[in-house]
């Protein structure tokens, strides 16, 4: 597979493929998945981010563009009788179980804190330590094209969010976003702390001022 065929999936093929992978691990007695499933996997409100509302057409399309990139389509051992549909992600690849727990979760929910990755991996795979998961995200990160970005730290923040880049490179909007925000942080801390620095300097004159008078009460009584 080539880099261009990797890196720009849709919103509604990057919800798709998310959901196929989710639903092999957490309902395996429904996968693969009837069209009627695969739609509702994908407009589920609980572990999706945005919430999505797409229908079967848009399913249908997000299906036959991932059937071109060899990462999804009709399943290979359906009976014929109702069309179901799987991801082939594992034959395109050879992710570990850790890698794609971290690349559903990332497809389904956008860019995460490891902390978060931890927490919402939990029922496809389990992360005994962050450590583990840094060492996933490393791993996505070195594949060559890159599977994953580390995105700029968000002021006031102690982890740095990753996102997956099976839909493009991450440096436009999110990024951007956050650059934005960091910029305008910026600007109020200065702010705040010239604000702060004024304050000080009052405080300090004040107190010289009752020290000069302190002195002179003094002067004058023992003078």
């Keep these: 597979m080539s880099s261009e065929q990797l890196l720009h999936l849709t919103a509604a093929e990057t919800r798709v493929l998310g959901a196929l992978i989710e639903k092999e691990v957490t309902t395996p007695e429904y996968y693969p998945l009837s069209l009627n499933a695969l739609v509702n996997a994908c407009n589920q409100r609980s572990n999706r981010e945005p919430v999505?509302?797409?229908?079967?057409?848009?399913?249908?399309?997000?299906?036959?563009?991932?059937?071109?990139?060899?990462?999804?389509?009709?399943?290979?051992?359906?009976?014929?009788?109702?069309?179901?549909?799987?991801?082939?992600?594992?034959?395109?690849?050879?992710?570990?179980r850790a890698e794609s727990a971290l690349i559903c979760t990332l497809l389904l929910r956008g860019p995460q804190t490891?902390?978060?990755?931890?927490?919402?991996?939990?029922?496809?795979?389990?992360?005994?330590?962050?450590?583990?998961?840094?060492?996933?995200?490393?791993?996505?990160?070195?594949?060559?094209?890159?599977?994953?970005?580390?995105?700029?730290?968000?002021?006031?923040?102690?982890?740095?969010?990753?996102?997956?880049?099976?839909?493009?490179?991450?440096?436009?909007?999110?990024?951007?976003?956050?650059e934005k925000g960091h910029g305008s942080a910026s600007a109020g801390e200065n702010a705040a702390y010239e604000e702060r620095i004024t304050q000080l300097e009052t405080a300090v004159a004040q107190l010289q001022q009752e020290m000069t008078a302190l002195r002179q009460r003094i002067d004058s009584l023992f003078g």
Excluded at 73 to 96: Q, T
Excluded at 116 to 122: D, V
Excluded at 124 to 153: N, S, T, W, Y
Aim: aromatic share 4%; with cysteine.
């Design 52 to 96: 999505m509302a797409l229908d079967e057409d848009d399913v249908r399309q997000a299906l036959r563009g991932l059937e071109e990139d060899r990462l999804a389509g009709p399943a290979r051992s359906a009976d014929g009788r109702v069309a179901k549909y799987e991801h082939w992600m594992g034959e395109a690849f050879n992710l570990s």
């Design 114 to 178: 490891p902390g978060e990755l931890r927490g919402r991996t939990e029922r496809m795979h389990c992360f005994d330590e962050i450590a583990d998961v840094l060492a996933g995200l490393q791993k996505l990160m070195e594949r060559e094209p890159a599977m994953v970005a580390v995105l700029p730290r968000q002021p006031g923040t102690k982890e740095s969010r990753y996102a997956h880049l099976l839909s493009g490179p991450v440096e436009s909007a999110a990024a951007q976003q956050a």
